[in-house]
Structure formats: C-alpha cells, structure tokens
C-alpha cells in the first residue's frame, strides 16, 4: 500500500514527498534510446516514459535512483526504478535486507489473502550473480478513506550484489498492463550497464 501511495504522489507531480526542490527541478525527460547515467550504472529509458532523479536526496541517502514512469493503468502507476544501494545507504543492511523485506509480509508470510510472493532465485545477471523474486499485492486506491475500490499490483524484482553495496532494478504495474510493459522492462534490464 505505501508503495502506490508513493507512486501516485509521484505521479501526482511530487517526486519525493520531503523533498525541498520543486518537482520541475527534479524531473527530466530523457528521449528514448538516450542512455540516462548515475555514477554506478547506465540506462536507456523506453521511448516516451517519463524520467526522474533526484541528486539532492541522493546525496542524503546513499541511494542512486532513478524513476521510470511510464503509462498507467487502472488508476495505478507503470513504473520502473533502477537503483545502486550504496554502503551505508539510509533504507537496508545490505541486498539480504532488501531481499528478506521485500520477499514477503511484515508477517513474514509469502501467501495471504491479498498477497502473493515467489521464491527467491538464484540468476546471473549480465555475468554477474543476482537474484530474481516477484509479487502481486492487491493495493487500495484509496487508503485513507472508506472507499474498498483496490488494483492488484505485480513486481519484478532483479537483486545484483556489489562489493559496496546492491543493485535494484524493479518493474511495477497494474496486473491488467503488467503483461504490456513487461517487454520493456526486460530491455530495460539487458541494456541496464552497472558499475
């Protein structure tokens, strides 16, 4: 649920909601096919999808990100994030932090009633060792209120390991377009360099 509110204050015109730049600052269109770079990796965004980077809180946080947004669907956000945790970063430990906490629930469960996790596997990634889970979480549109209208959202997740710090490169979608746009970001992870 926190991960859509975030995505529609996102997509609502705020790229981090404490984030003292206005969202003009931080947002940059990149043409597609452009190669977009943070100092660990280099991307090429899809054609026509919006990027966003914020190095102020970069800086703060020792997490290099950027935010693909890409069409919505179902009144939920299509977003790709492609991200280096560095040593010391202000979110995890380190990849077996954000594995174990993004893997399953706050229960630990990897199965509930409005949540599904599969296993984690063990991949190579671009020659080097990674590891692949996915989701799918029914998600409420809107939480603070009574309303029980929900979307069920999909993630890939790809985990790549570096001597000082991790990798994320992370796919999120509505189930209705998850299928759509999951081309793209299998693209997007093979033309993804990182550093």
């Known amino acids: 649920m926190l991960k859509l509110l975030l995505a529609l204050v996102f997509l609502g015109g705020c790229a981090y909601a404490d984030d003292p730049h206005t969202a ?9 096919g452009s190669a977009v770079s943070a100092d660990r990796f280099s991307c090429v965004p899809p054609a026509g999808w919006e990027v966003t980077r914020d190095r102020a ?5 020792r997490i290099q990100k950027l935010e693909l947004a890409g069409p919505g669907a179902d009144k939920a956000p299509v977003l790709i994030y492609a991200a280096f945790y560095g040593a010391g970063n202000t979110s995890f430990a380190g990849y077996e932090d954000f594995i174990e906490r993004n893997s399953k629930n706050i229960l630990g469960e990897t199965v509930s009633e409005t949540e599904k996790f ?11 060792k990674a590891f692949k889970f996915d989701s799918e979480i029914k998600e409420y549109l809107h939480p ?5 209208e929900s979307v069920v959202i999909k993630e890939d997740f790809y985990v790549v390991p570096a001597g000082d710090g991790f990798f994320v490169l992370h796919y999120y979608s509505p189930a209705s377009a998850f299928k759509k746009h999951l081309p793209v970001f299998k ?5 993804c360099k990182l550093r």
């Open 24 to 32: 003009a600052a931080a947002k940059k269109a990149a043409p597609g």
């Open 57 to 61: 809180k970069e800086g703060k946080t």
């Open 118 to 128: 599969s296993p984690v596997k063990k991949i190579t990634l671009s020659g080097k």
């Open 144 to 148: 603070e209120s009574k309303s029980e």
């Open 187 to 191: 693209k997007f992870v093979a033309a």
